[in-house]
C-alpha cells in the first residue's frame, strides 16, 4: 500500500504545489497580511515544509514548533478564519493539480491536526 | 560513536546523530527549525565532502562553497565543519582607485594580493584595519582580479564615509569570502535575463551583465536600474554604450522625483515591472537593492507568474546606528 506522500507523487508535486498555493495566498485578501511582509525565499521554504507535512510526507513538524512559529501572528490576530482560508486554499491547489477528491480530503485532514497548535491552543 | 571538528574543537557523536543534533546537545548554538532538510536555517560549511543528501537543494553556488544542512548531516569522522560567517579567509586587497561618481556613490577598484574566486553577482565583507566591517557587492565579471565595489555614502554609516571620504589609493583592506546566490549558472544559459537594481544593487547586476556579454551566452537581457532622482542614477552612460554595441541588451534608467528627463523612464519601479511584458516561463530574474523593494519586487515578479526558483535576489541589508 503506498503512502499518501507516494500517491501525491512525491517530493516533485510538492515542488509542483508550492508556487501555485504561495500565489494563491498572496493572493488572498482574508490572508496575505500575514505574508506579504515576510521575505519570499523564507516563505517558499515554509509553505514547502508545510506542503511536505500536509502531503504526509518526511516532516519533523511538532506541535511545540507549529505553535511557537505561529505565537506572533496569533497575536496579529491569527484566528480559525484564516486556517479555514487556508486549507480552502490547499484544497484549490491540488484540484488544480489534478488531485481527487478523496486525496483532497486526507491532506486536509492532516492540515486540520495542527490547528490547535497553531492557534496556540493546544 | 564518531569524531568530527567544529571551529577546530573535537566533538564525538552518538549513534547516526547529526552534526547539528550532536552540536546542540554540546551545547553549541546552531540555528534551526524543521530539521527536515527544508528550512535551511541550520545551514553549516565544511572544507571536506558533505554528504550529497546535505547538500540537496542548495545552490549550486553554496554547493560549490562547501554549504551543507546540518540537520541532514551525519556526524562522520574526520569532518570539518565551521560557521559559515566566520571570518576565517580573509584575503588583503590593495585600493587601486576610487572615483566619487555621485554625490552619494565612490567606485572602489581592490587589487587582491592573494588567489580570490568569485562569481559575479556576489558579495564580500569589507574589513578596516580596526575590524569595522560591511557586506558590498562585488560589480566585476567572473574571474576579474580587480573587484570593483560601488558604495553608497549612508548617514552615520563609519565604513561608507570612510570609503568615500578618505584619499583611500594605495591602502590596504581585507576581504572576506565571497558570498551569495545572485549569480548565472550553466542551467540558465539561453534563458532571458531580467536585471532590477535599486540604488547600488546595481554593483552585482553589472558583474552579471558583464559575465553575459562575454562569458556566458543568454538570450535576451533587460536591465532596470531605479534611483530616487535622475541625478542618483549612475553609470549612465556606460550602460547606453553596452546597449548600442550589444542587440540582446536593453537598459531601462527609471527614477520617482524630479521632472522628466530624454533617455530615462519617470515613475515607479515596481508598477514598471508589474505591467513588463517578458517571457515568465524563460526568465532569470535578479532583483538587488533596498530590502523592502527587493521584498515588493520580487511578490509582484512571482504574482506576475515567473517561477520561484528563477527569481534570485540581494536585498542589502544595513545595519545604521541608532
Redesign the interface.
Known amino acids: 500500500m503506498n503512502s499518501l506522500f507516494e500517491k501525491l507523487g512525491g517530493e516533485k508535486s510538492v515542488d509542483a504545489a508550492?508556487?501555485i498555493f504561495?500565489?494563491k495566498v498572496?493572493?488572498d485578501e482574508r490572508i496575505n497580511d500575514f505574508f506579504?511582509?515576510v521575505?519570499?525565499?523564507e516563505q517558499?521554504?515554509?509553505q514547502?515544509?508545510f506542503l511536505?507535512f500536509a502531503f504526509g510526507g518526511?516532516?519533523?513538524?511538532s506541535g511545540l514548533?507549529m505553535k511557537e512559529?505561529h505565537e506572533r501572528l496569533v497575536a496579529r490576530g491569527l484566528n480559525d478564519s484564516h486556517v479555514d482560508a487556508v486549507v480552502e486554499l490547499l484544497g484549490e491547489t491540488l484540484k488544480e493539480l489534478g488531485v481527487g477528491d478523496n486525496l483532497i480530503d486526507e491532506v486536509a485532514a492532516i492540515a486540520e491536526s495542527v490547528r490547535d497548535q497553531v492557534l496556540g491552543r493546544a | 560513536m564518531e569524531r568530527f571538528f567544529f571551529e577546530g574543537k573535537e566533538y564525538s557523536s552518538h549513534k547516526n546523530e547529526t552534526v547539528l543534533d550532536c552540536l546542540l546537545r554540546n551545547g553549541v548554538k546552531v540555528t534551526n527549525s524543521c530539521k527536515s532538510g527544508v528550512c535551511h536555517s541550520c545551514l553549516l560549511k565544511s572544507t571536506s565532502s558533505p554528504d550529497e543528501i546535505s547538500q540537496k537543494g542548495l545552490s549550486q553556488s553554496k554547493k560549490e562553497g562547501g554549504f551543507f544542512l546540518s540537520c541532514q548531516q551525519k556526524a562522520l569522522s574526520g569532518l570539518e565543519v565551521f560557521m559559515p560567517d566566520s571570518s576565517l579567509l580573509f584575503v588583503e586587497g590593495e585600493v587601486t582607485s576610487q572615483v566619487r561618481i555621485t554625490d552619494t556613490v565612490v567606485i572602489l577598484k581592490v587589487r587582491t594580493l592573494g588567489d580570490y574566486p568569485f562569481k559575479a553577482g556576489q558579495f564580500t565583507n569589507i574589513i578596516r584595519h580596526d575590524g569595522v566591517c560591511r557586506s558590498y557587492s562585488i560589480a566585476s565579471q567572473t574571474g576579474e582580479r580587480e573587484l570593483e565595489f560601488h558604495i553608497r555614502k549612508v548617514a552615520g554609516g563609519e565604513l561608507s564615509n570612510w570609503l568615500y571620504e578618505k584619499d583611500l589609493t594605495n591602502q590596504k583592506i581585507k576581504l572576506s569570502e565571497p558570498l551569495g546566490e545572485c549569480c548565472l549558472n550553466d542551467e540558465m544559459t539561453g534563458k532571458d535575463l531580467l536585471l532590477i537594481g535599486v540604488g547600488t544593487g546595481l554593483a552585482p547586476l553589472y558583474g552579471v551583465l558583464k559575465d553575459s556579454l562575454v562569458k556566458q551566452k543568454m538570450g535576451a537581457v533587460k536591465l532596470f536600474h531605479g534611483g530616487l532622482t535622475a541625478e542618483s542614477l549612475y553609470m549612465v552612460e556606460t550602460l547606453k554604450t553596452i546597449e548600442r554595441d550589444f542587440d540582446f541588451f536593453s537598459y531601462h534608467p527609471v527614477f520617482l522625483n524630479g521632472k522628466e528627463k530624454e533617455g530615462y523612464i519617470k515613475g515607479n519601479l515596481v508598477d514598471l515591472i508589474k505591467e513588463l511584458s517578458f517571457d515568465k516561463k524563460n526568465t532569470v530574474v535578479m532583483i538587488c537593492g533596498d530590502p523592502s523593494l527587493v521584498k515588493n519586487l520580487k511578490q509582484a515578479v512571482f504574482l506576475s507568474g515567473v517561477p520561484s526558483k528563477s527569481i534570485l535576489s540581494d536585498p542589502f541589508i544595513s545595519q545604521i546606528p541608532r
Request: proline share 4%; net charge negative; glycine share 0%.
Open positions: 508550492v508556487d504561495y500565489r498572496l493572493l506579504t511582509d521575505d519570499m525565499d517558499v521554504q515554509k514547502k515544509a511536505t518526511p516532516s519533523n513538524y514548533n512559529a
